[in-house]
């Protein structure tokens, strides 16, 4: 089964920046679909960046402009750059991967495999 490892996060000031990293250890298929997805407490569970089997990258409306996914230095790994940090960004983050997405699903948080999280926290 695909593991997800999952590294960056952190506490911040606002308009801080922080990476956050993740690597999927199965390499049985040339690369996946990767995102993350962030869940603040009482709120929904949200779709924040994905990037598509052909580098393709989808942004929810909130992170447009300030966040960027990536791929790197193997195609196994995501990578996650945060700037211009605020505090409405403060959740749980969650990498996830899937073999496959269907059209406009990319930002579903749907996918088969996700990591355990890592804890983002900007501070006024």
Known sequence: ???LTESGGG????GGSLTLSC???DTTYDTYYMAWFRQAPGKAREGVAAIDLWGGTYYA?????????????TKH?????????????TAMY?????E?????RELV???????????VTVSE
């Open 109 to 119: 948080p749907t996918y088969n495999y996700e990591a355990q999280g890592t804890q």
């Open 100 to 104: 496959g997405r269907g059209p406009s």
């Open 61 to 73: 409306d909130s992170v447009k402009g300030r966040f960027t996914i990536s791929r790197g230095p």
């Open 94 to 98: 969650y990498c996830a991967a899937d």
């Open 77 to 89: 790994t995501a990578n996650l750059q945060m700037d211009n940090l605020k505090p409405e960004d």
């Open 11 to 14: 506490s911040v000031e606002s």
């Open 23 to 25: 690597v999927a250890s």
């Open 1 to 3: 089964r695909l593991r």
